[in-house]
């Protein structure tokens, strides 16, 4: 790494070549409980400078699957020969990197551009009741489609030979343990409605992730969570404190080995339903009060707010972008600067050949795993470690102007392909559409502004000494923002005129809490019966 380049790391929970005319782009629609932007921004923040446009060097060979390239994948895979017991995932090709050695000698002009490969996930018995259900991944190439391409057992990225994962069997077949857990639940649906009545609709979705495993045994814990109303994502602020728990096998397809574990109430276990029921009905049984959504869950204003809070703030504004993007092969250029732009589903946005004055100081740039551990004194609590790549990181959402990023911010969008995870991204276009604004009919409009960049001025100096020295410090930061179930995660990137860089990640969202009962060493009673959830994120 080049010696005078510092990378930090935060996390804060709490066209035609030249320069283009500005064209007018208007303010966002957004969802009905967000506020409207006229007031904030004014007429004259609907000028957005577009920056100017800028050949790469090189073609950007992490660039992710084409809309053209994963249709044309799917359709290939449908006349290809696979054994009866193997399911191939069609809709969820991703491209498989090329290897660094091969990338760097194309990048310094001492070998061919690399072949392009994708990756394609499969499974194999994964219905079947005699043999084990697997996962892996097949290699398809070389891309685009044509009489060269082939597939074969994608093995070398992984530790195991084989390159297979054991599919748990709540994975193998969700008909089977969804008859299994609603056997459950349905055996005590007098006492569910005793307790929670009409207040709530209920689902006893979400168990820990992963499940436990121990001696060859899976051992699953699930609790019932109220419903969230509107359009608010809150229930996860709904805990009702109901668990039960089942177990089988490590390596067994047979059903009826499957073993109910009994309940979890209010900090009593009960092996058996009967053993639950008979104390339940009970007299002095303590019936515990469920977390009813309502407006403390949702985010709208609650009054006026202060004063002038409708007045727009100070904000800088600027004149020109100072910045050059080639759209087709997502390169930028910013003072010294240049690298690609890159997508994945599981791991989101990733930087490559990151380059300072021409020198390369970082091959690659971006988050790699999202770790989120949390403790507690019921089973699910206590048992959850959220790998957020295994969700995607990459399912990045549409930019708020004015408040994902500054107003004069320039935009690169991102399509969702296929609609399901596993899908494919495609950078298109050069601004978002954002409604009544004209737009030049050459660019290439998509709703989905997921990537912003833009300059900032810092609140300190860059360098100082004295009243003879002072240097204004201006960095440059591309950011994006990823859901991950209750969490939004916002990365930014930011770059400084003395070769640093440093990476900042925020968390927002809504917590995954906890049912407030007994548990007072592991979390603030917030809410009538709710808790916060000890945990950590590891980035």
């Not at 047979?254 to 639950?276: I, R």
């Not at 589903?345 to 390369?360: A, S, V």
Request: glycine share 8%.
């Amino acid at each position: 790494m080049h010696a005078g380049t510092i990378i930090t790391a935060l996390l804060l929970l709490v066209g035609t070549e030249g320069r283009r005319e500005k064209h007018r782009v208007t303010r966002a629609r957004v969802a009905s409980q967000q506020p409207d932007f006229a007031d904030l921004r004014g007429e004259a923040a609907c000028t957005i400078p577009l920056p100017p446009e800028v050949k790469a060097p090189k073609k950007n060979v992490w660039d992710f699957l084409t809309r053209t390239e994963s249709h044309d994948i799917a359709k290939w895979l449908a006349t290809q020969k696979f054994p009866n017991t193997t399911e191939v995932y069609r809709t969820g090709a991703e491209l498989m990197l090329p290897n660094k050695t091969d990338v760097l000698q194309y990048l310094d002009g001492n070998g061919p551009e690399p072949a392009r490969y994708a990756s394609v996930q499969i499974y194999e018995n994964l219905r079947g009741k005699t043999s084990i259900p697997m996962t892996g991944s097949i290699l398809v190439g070389p891309l685009p489609i044509s009489n060269a391409t082939t597939w074969q057992p994608l093995t070398y990225p992984y530790t195991k030979k084989d390159g297979k994962t054991r599919v748990l069997l709540g994975d193998a077949d969700w008909r089977a343990m969804s008859r299994f857990t609603n056997n459950i639940t349905n055996s005590v649906k007098d006492i569910t409605k005793d307790l929670w009545g009409n207040k709530t609709s209920y689902s006893s979705w979400s168990g820990q992730d992963p499940v436990w495993q121990y001696d060859n045994k899976i051992t699953q814990w699930s609790q019932y969570w109220g419903s969230s109303k509107g359009d608010f994502y809150s229930s996860t602020l709904l805990p009702l404190g109901l668990y039960y728990g089942f177990e089988f096998d490590l390596l067994g397809i047979d059903q009826d080995s499957w073993k109910f574990k009994g309940w979890l109430y209010n900090g009593v276990h009960y092996p058996t339903t009967e053993d639950f029921r008979e104390a339940y009905f009970s007299p002095g049984f303590e019936k515990l009060d469920p977390n009813l959504d309502g407006e403390w869950t949702h985010t709208d204003p609650k009054d006026a707010g202060f004063p002038l809070d409708r007045e727009a703030p100070p904000m800088p504004l600027a004149r020109s972008a100072r910045f050059s993007v080639d759209y087709r092969q997502k390169y930028v250029e910013w003072m010294g600067f240049s690298f690609y732009l890159a997508f994945q589903t599981e791991t989101g946005m990733t930087m490559y050949d990151i380059r300072f004055k021409g020198e390369r100081i970082i091959y690659e740039l971006g988050i790699q795993e999202a770790l989120a551990h949390y403790a507690g004194n019921d089973p699910v609590q206590s048992g959850t470690s959220y790998l957020d790549s295994a969700y995607g990181l990459g399912y990045a959402q549409s930019l708020m102007p004015g408040y994902d990023c500054p107003t004069y911010a320039s935009y690169l969008n991102i399509t969702l392909e296929g609609g399901g995870y596993g899908s494919t991204r495609d950078i298109n276009g050069r601004t978002p559409d954002f409604g009544d604004c004209s737009i030049p009919a050459d660019y290439m409009v998509l709703p989905h502004p997921a990537i912003c960049l833009f300059e900032f001025d810092a609140d300190y100096s860059i360098q100082r000494h004295s009243s003879q020295s002072n240097t204004k410090n201006t960095y440059f930061v591309v950011r994006t923002i990823s859901t991950v179930g209750n969490y939004d995660y916002s990365f930014s990137y930011e770059f400084y005129m003395d070769g640093s860089i440093q990476v900042i990640v925020r968390a927002a969202g809504y917590i995954q809490s906890a049912y407030y009962a007994k548990n007072d060493d592991y979390g603030y009673h917030i809410h009538d019966a709710l808790s916060g959830s000890m945990h950590d994120h590891v980035l």
